[in-house]
């Protein structure tokens, strides 16, 4: 009996993210459940009003990370995942990344969604800099 | 703009022939802000590692030098250590902290 191959979906994008299509992309029938991640640009971070968040990846080896994540989050039980993240400019409210996991029950589904979020932002040659009003900053993540 | 530079040899022109290689360098993020350059080329001894690697970026872009501690770097887009090994024609990324999502 043929296995079918773990479905991954993995894009950087200089245009607006939808979260639905993320979502669209891992209608698995073999789940039982989705979870899905959007993270959006907030507009204040440490006491600093942000007018802009500019996302900058090292492609290709960012999809390279980002399959190999979506590989092990599969191996935590992910039937299907989906990682999208932009590039480019965002302002306040922006989606700047989708996770979207669909796996048999609960438990793995947000247990590799977490995987996923948490190991994009450790591993993933992913920057992100904030532009403030009177000035900007790189940020780097917080474990 | 691309730009090649070798990298500083003590003693003027050496007599023998030591194998030189030549990496191409990427920078990234406030590595490339720091240096001014997203992408550059260095000519190095046959036996050079990424540390080495970047020893030659350093001086050759002092402001880069404050970052030295923070640095990972990618060799042919796989995380490497500073002391891995180099090769002709490797591409080397300098990878400073990381901050997707």
């Known amino acids: 009996m043929p296995e079918s191959s773990p479905f991954k979906s993995i894009a950087l994008l200089d245009a607006p993210l939808d979260p639905a299509?993320?979502?669209?992309?891992?209608?698995?029938?073999a789940?039982?459940?989705?979870?899905?991640?959007?993270?959006?640009?907030?507009?204040?971070?440490?006491?600093?009003?942000?007018?802009?968040?500019?996302?900058?990846?090292?492609?290709?080896?960012?999809?390279?990370?980002?399959?190999?994540?979506?590989?092990?989050?599969?191996?935590?039980?992910?039937?299907e995942v989906a990682v999208h993240h932009r590039?480019?400019?965002?302002?306040?409210?922006?989606?700047?990344?989708?996770?979207?996991?669909?796996?048999?029950?609960?438990?793995?589904?947000?247990?590799?969604?977490?995987?996923?979020?948490?190991q994009l932002k450790a591993r993933a040659p992913i920057w992100k800099k904030e532009i403030y009003s009177d000035g900007e900053s790189w940020l780097s993540h917080t474990p | 703009m691309t730009e090649v530079r070798r990298s500083g040899m003590a003693g003027g022109s050496p007599r023998s022939s030591s194998p030189e290689i030549e990496v191409e360098v990427l920078l990234f993020a406030s590595a490339r802000e720091a240096a001014g350059v997203a992408r550059t080329s260095v000519i190095l001894?046959?036996?050079?590692?990424?540390?080495?690697?970047?020893?030659?970026?350093?001086?050759?872009?002092?402001?880069?030098?404050?970052?030295?501690?923070?640095?990972?770097?990618?060799?042919?887009?796989?995380y490497a250590g500073a002391d891995h090994p180099l090769r002709p024609g490797d591409q080397v990324a300098l990878i400073p902290p990381t901050c997707g999502g």
């Open chain 1, 31 to 79: 789940a039982g459940g989705q979870v899905v991640f959007i993270g959006t640009v907030r507009r204040e971070n440490r006491g600093r009003e942000v007018i802009r968040l500019h996302y900058e990846a090292y492609e290709p080896m960012a999809s390279k990370v980002l399959a190999k994540i979506a590989g092990e989050a599969q191996t935590l039980g992910a039937l």
């Open chain 1, 21 to 29: 299509r993320a979502q669209a992309l891992v209608g698995s029938l």
């Open chain 1, 87 to 118: 590039t480019g400019d965002l302002t306040p409210g922006e989606v700047a990344v989708v996770v979207a996991v669909a796996a048999e029950h609960r438990d793995a589904a947000f247990a590799a969604c977490r995987y996923v979020i948490d």
């Open chain 2, 45 to 78: 001894p046959a036996s050079a590692t990424a540390g080495d690697l970047l020893d030659a970026l350093a001086a050759r872009f002092p402001a880069l030098a404050a970052h030295r501690g923070s640095l990972k770097f990618a060799v042919n887009s796989e």
